[in-house]
């Protein structure tokens, strides 16, 4: 019987060695997932603060395009009338030239003074 009960207190030695050893598991894990835990609070809040900026960038932009939409039409309302008015000039510049020419050939007008 003591040959029994020495294997008997053998296995419950070895039965307390492998519950401690999964104790000491059971902790390392906590550990592992607290931290796994705190990175990931952290990292929520990083994307958090990126997605905030991201929206301010988002709308400063559109803000941004619509002003250079704007300039852009601006821009072309200016270069048309800018081109009708040099239109214009050339057309006045050839009748002003028509005109002098006219003139050029006309005989003068004689006054007679007594």
């Known amino acids: 019987m003591t040959q029994q009960g020495a294997v008997l207190q053998g296995y419950n030695n070895e039965l307390v060695k492998c519950i401690e050893d999964l104790c000491m598991q059971k902790e390392e894990l906590n550990k592992q997932i607290q931290q796994a835990e705190e990175e990931k609070n952290k990292l929520q809040h990083e ?6 900026q991201l929206e ?14 704007e300039l852009d039409k601006i821009l072309a309302e200016t270069e048309a009338a ?5 239109d214009s000039s050339r057309t006045l510049l050839n009748v002003l030239k028509k ?3 006219s003139l ?3 005989p003068e007008l004689k006054t007679n003074v007594t």
């Open 47 to 52: 994307i958090q603060a990126l997605s905030e």
């Open 56 to 69: 301010c960038v988002c709308e400063n932009l559109a803000q941004k395009v619509a002003s250079r939409n």
């Open 82 to 86: 800018y081109m009708k008015i040099l």
């Open 99 to 101: 005109e002098v020419g």
């Open 104 to 106: 050029k050939h006309m």
